[in-house]
């Protein structure tokens, strides 16, 4: 409790009236008491009129919510919210809701929107409380304590909804069987063979026992590798449309992962910051999707600066067959990106490289934006010098040629999914 400005100025006036009374006292300290008394009085019927009892707090909602995703909780106000009460919040980093709510006489449940922010367990810690006493002489400022926390997890919406099930199976719908010669290729069956074959696909031996000509069939491989290759170096902490880039990543890194589940091929996880951090070999999706989902709820966000040199090298020992390689990682400029740009080069000659480059819509904007001042001039300059840095990697990377994808964050999950699809359908992957 503490006072208010109200009762401040009660006070002023009490002593500007035994100010006036002074004159008229003539030794008698009653008559000058009594603007005090007065003023005593009003203070305890306020205080008495206006004890309550206490209030308690009770947050109805689900126990975990995806990055990026607003959830609205239910805040209990047990008995009732006394008239103009108002509720101050102090979230944790990993959450981002209103910083007050306030409560009309006698309300009970509040709706409270909160919007995941950084994945981890965030627990909700304390509300502070606060309405005034009925004459406002006072304010009341209790603390209630919540005792829970809120779980931030990676955004697998997609999956979980039954897009990327359709997508796979639309894109697979209807398909023929391929028939590709040459390494790389499974055996399929034999058949007659045709005028107009390659004398490689026949089957001498089998033809000599048979004493017809035979030929062999080959199709595609359906169980190729997928590697996921996370950096989450300091760079990758960078926000972005409300989460860092390597939400951005993960978010879409699972997504993918499902989709290549449902095709059929096999999933393996690397992740990276100054060392390499974690490997995951290939496993069929179903089955390793729990603990790609598991181990990226709980990567952590690293303040050091990354080693794609030493991450991407060792990742090259580690892949034994080709394999379709996703890299999501970040770079600032043309000179400290030489060594990445580099060995995602070496990486292309034995693999199908896919690199993730998230763009920044406020970079952008800051570029394109009207130049008004020296200040703005100096940000705009600052800005297209970024991007045309960007540009000149990128198109370096297609030269060597890894696969690009320069896209903004709330594209990149589609991106990602339809040119995985792509590949596939056109058995590169």
């Not at 503490?2 to 009236?17: E, Q």
């Not at 308690?56 to 919210?81: K, N, Y």
């Not at 070496?346 to 130049?371: N, W």
Request: aromatic share 6%.
């Amino acid at each position: 409790m503490r006072p208010t400005r109200r009762l401040l100025w009660a006070a002023l006036i009490a002593l500007g009236l035994t100010g006036l009374l002074l004159p008229f006292a003539a030794g008698d300290g009653s008559l000058l008491a009594m603007p005090w008394i007065a003023l005593g009085s009003l203070m305890a019927v306020d205080l008495a009129g206006s004890v309550h009892r206490r209030r308690h707090l009770e947050l109805e909602g689900p126990d975990a919510v995806f990055a990026g995703q607003t959830a609205v909780f239910r805040l209990h106000i047990l008995p009732s919210a006394p008239p103009g009460m108002v509720a101050h919040f102090d979230w944790p980093d990993g959450l981002s809701g209103p910083a007050k709510l306030s409560a009309g006489s006698g309300e009970r449940v509040l709706d409270l929107p909160l919007e995941g922010r950084v994945r981890g367990a965030w627990p909700l810690g304390h509300v502070w409380l606060n309405w005034p006493s009925r004459f406002g002489f006072f304010d009341f400022i209790p603390r209630s304590e919540l005792g829970r926390s809120v779980t931030i997890l990676p955004d697998i919406r997609p999956v979980t909804q039954g897009q990327i099930d359709l997508a796979v199976r639309t894109s697979m719908h209807g398909q023929k069987e391929s028939f590709a010669e040459g390494e790389g290729s499974e055996f399929h069956q034999l058949r007659e063979y045709v005028p107009g074959d390659s004398l490689r696909r026949v089957d001498w031996k089998r033809s000599a026992r048979q004493r017809r000509m035979l030929s062999k069939e080959t199709r595609a491989e359906r169980n190729h590798n997928i590697i996921i290759a996370l950096d989450h170096g300091y760079l990758m902490r960078e926000v972005i449309d409300g989460l860092p880039k390597i939400d951005h990543a993960i978010n879409a890194a699972l997504a993918t992962a499902w989709a290549a589940a449902v095709g059929g091929d096999r999933v393996g996880l690397y992740t990276y910051h100054a060392r390499p951090h974690s490997w995951m070999p290939p496993e069929p999706g179903r089955q390793i999707f729990p603990k790609l989902r598991r181990a990226l709820a709980e990567l952590s966000y690293e303040s050091a600066e990354s080693n794609p040199t030493l991450a991407l090298a060792t990742l090259q020992t580690r892949l034994r067959r080709r394999s379709l390689v996703i890299i999501f990682s970040d770079f600032v400029d043309t000179t400290t990106s030489e060594l990445m740009v580099e060995h995602l080069g070496r990486l292309s000659r034995d693999h199908l490289v896919i690199f993730i480059a998230l763009r920044d819509p406020a970079t952008e904007d800051q570029a394109r934006q009207p130049v008004a001042s020296l200040d703005i001039a100096a940000e705009s300059v600052s800005a297209a010098d970024i991007l045309r840095d960007r540009r000149i990697v990128i198109e370096r990377l297609g030269q060597l040629g890894v696969m690009v994808l320069d896209v903004r964050p709330d594209q990149l999950t589609p991106r990602l999914v339809s040119t995985y699809l792509d590949l596939k359908a056109r058995e590169v992957a």
